[in-house]
């Protein structure tokens, strides 16, 4: 049952355009990064604006001042998740934006199979247990593999666009163990915590498809199951840790605001999943 459910996911049209949405948001992201930091430009005069980086650098630390690096972005600074593109439109338009991707991906199809008298058939060869596990499964997995080949793929053209490079725009300063051990982390091994990120963020991406299946099954209705997913998306975004904390690197922010912004995250997807397939399991719809 796990591998029908996955290919009649994949096989679907309107999934395969929205995956292929996901996947070019971030590539169409890093362009306009490059061009909105003169990317070309800098690599034609590399040595005039390194050698400029590193007098004014001297002259700030003389006098206590701070200068932002006018050299090209590191790799994973420039990558989609830093959110360093003009506007962070992109940015918005994907991760705020997630229920409704991920509804139309996978977790909405439960609505139309019910008013088609599928699941009945469904029902009459598996266990209900089996069949809302595998829901669920599918519902985790689409969203976090979707995610985890978009941002893999923004992060490998950005380490070839962005080559040599090792600006964090200002935060250099902030890498040092004075500011905490995150941010230490961070500028020790940025690439290695920006793949962290991309975990991350995949299963919070798996979690939105958990909470929005959970709608689906409950409500039973289109209108009903994409205004509760944003509205509950939304409601997680106005919380003192919203999805900035954990999917954001290179910020302000330390070790303890993301953990408790993964924990809020993963706890009412869990939360909210768990209270459906128990209601749903011992509910006799048949």
Request: hydrophobic share 50%; glycine share 4%; net charge positive.
């Amino acid at each position: 049952m796990l591998k029908k459910e996955i290919l009649s996911v994949l096989k679907d049209k309107r999934t395969l355009l929205i995956i292929l949405l996901i996947v070019v948001l971030p590539i169409i992201d890093l362009s306009l990064e490059y061009k909105q930091m003169n990317v070309a430009y800098a690599r034609k005069h590399e040595k005039e604006i390194i050698a400029r980086d590193l007098m004014m650098k001297k002259e700030c630390e003389k006098d206590g001042s701070h200068y932002v690096i006018e050299w090209i972005s590191h790799p994973a600074n420039a990558s989609f998740l830093a959110s360093n593109s003009k506007g962070h439109t992109s940015q918005v338009m994907l991760l705020w934006l997630l229920p409704f991707f991920v509804l139309n991906m996978v977790s909405d199809r439960y609505i139309s199979e019910k008013r088609r008298g599928y699941i009945n058939v469904m029902l009459s060869r598996e266990s209900k247990t089996k069949y809302y596990l595998t829901k669920y499964f599918v519902a985790f997995l689409v969203p976090f593999v979707v995610i985890v080949v978009s941002l893999l793929v923004n992060f490998i053209l950005a380490q070839i666009a962005f080559r040599r490079g090792y600006s964090f725009l200002g935060l250099e300063d902030l890498f040092t163990i004075k500011y905490g051990k995150w941010l230490y982390l961070e500028g020790k091994y940025p690439n290695l915590i920006y793949l962290l990120y991309i975990f991350v963020t995949s299963c919070l991406a798996g979690m939105c498809g958990l909470i929005t299946q959970s709608l689906a099954f409950i409500s039973k209705r289109y209108t009903i199951t994409y205004i509760l997913g944003f509205f509950i998306w939304m409601w997680l975004q106005t919380t003192p840790y919203n999805l900035t904390y954990a999917t954001q690197p290179f910020i302000e922010y330390g070790f303890e605001d993301f953990i408790k912004s993964v924990m809020l995250y993963v706890g009412v997807g869990l939360g909210i999943s768990l209270i459906t397939f128990i209601f749903k399991v011992r509910q006799d719809e048949l």
